[in-house]
């Protein structure tokens, strides 16, 4: 038997997994105890999302169990042992805002998770293909200090500055900055990624993700801005802006694009390797730009407001390079451009709003 097992699995990109992997794989082991409701409360919560997954793959079967404890792990390890062929780990603390307020709680579930999952990775499949969400704050606040250049809509780099083509690459320093205490917890997990793929030679890959964004995003105030965003504009709710004039940049990654990213890694793994995930210069914008998206896809006039007080750690431009990854995979592009996204996520979100009324 194959078996795919998936954290996070009822998170945007861990269901996006799921469904993915359900035709390649005899079974796919989802593994989420919905702690995102606890960080982000009622808009949060991932339980639709679970309950959509066992209805519809037949394939798959869900263990609610907590990534910090290595005992409940271990039981699903054991159970499944080397038939376990890919570990996709998506489980995260994912809010640099949130993480400032229970540090332990996001270093264990984002830092000692991931140890753990790669622990009992090594211990009882350790030719598994190990999967890493990471993200772009790793860099902490080095592409704040590019030289950017401000325009009508959005913060740009200069065109002089080499960053300027195709976006950020893995060669940015990870130190001398500030990162934000949910950045330091992920710059701890991907180091440890990359160490267990050069230490012990396991075949393990980090994706340093911009904006993963698509229509099964559980978007809150604090964490899936496209999702949030977009649901805002449907029912009216205040938006606030923070900082840096709403022109900030992200560049935002459909889910299943970022998925089939990770499948190309599964069949012909690098270990310890890095790529920064992203939409590129493919699929960017600035919240400006984004607020005008969703007011042209929803036909509402957004109701936001701006605050002069940005997030800390914040990107003001951030849009990263895909080049390293599309030279070592280069049937691999993108599927689904900024307005398909957005139109999807908007479709799905009216749909989930008109089962909860």
Known sequence: ???????????????????????????????????????????????????????????????????????????????????????????????????????FTDFGVNAVGTLNMLEMTRLHCPEAVFVFTSTNKVYGDNPNFLPLVETETRWEIDQNHPYFENGIDEHMSLDHTKHSVFGASKVAADIMVQEYGRYFGMNTGVFRGGCLTGPNHSGAQLHGFLSYLMKCAITGNQYTIFGYKGKQVRDNIHSWDLVNMFWHFYQNPRPGEVYNA????????????????????????????????????????????????????????????????????????????????
């Open 278 to 357: 992203g939409g590129g210069r493919y699929a960017n914008c600035s919240m400006l730009e984004a607020i005008a998206l969703c007011e042209e896809i929803s036909g509402n006039k957004m109701n936001y407001q701006y605050s002069e007080t940005n997030r800390s750690g914040d990107h003001i431009w951030y849009i990263s390079d895909l080049t390293k990854f599309k030279q070592h995979y280069p049937d691999w592009n993108w599927t689904y451009d900024l307005k398909e996204t957005m139109t999807q996520i908007h479709d799905s979100m009216v749909a989930r709003l008109a089962v909860v009324k």
């Open 1 to 103: 038997m194959e078996i795919a097992l998936v954290t996070g699995s009822a998170g945007l990109i861990g269901s996006e997994a799921v469904a993915f992997f359900a035709d390649k794989f005899d079974l796919v082991v989802g593994i989420d105890n919905n702690m995102r409701q606890y960080f982000f409360g009622a808009d949060g919560s991932t339980e639709w999302n679970r309950n959509r997954l066992s209805e519809t793959y037949s394939n798959y079967a869900h263990r609610a169990a907590d990534i910090r404890e290595v005992s409940q792990l271990e039981t699903i390890f054991k159970e499944f042992g080397t038939d376990i062929k890919l570990v996709l780990h998506t489980a995260a603390q994912p809010s640099h805002d949130w993480a400032a307020r229970e540090p």
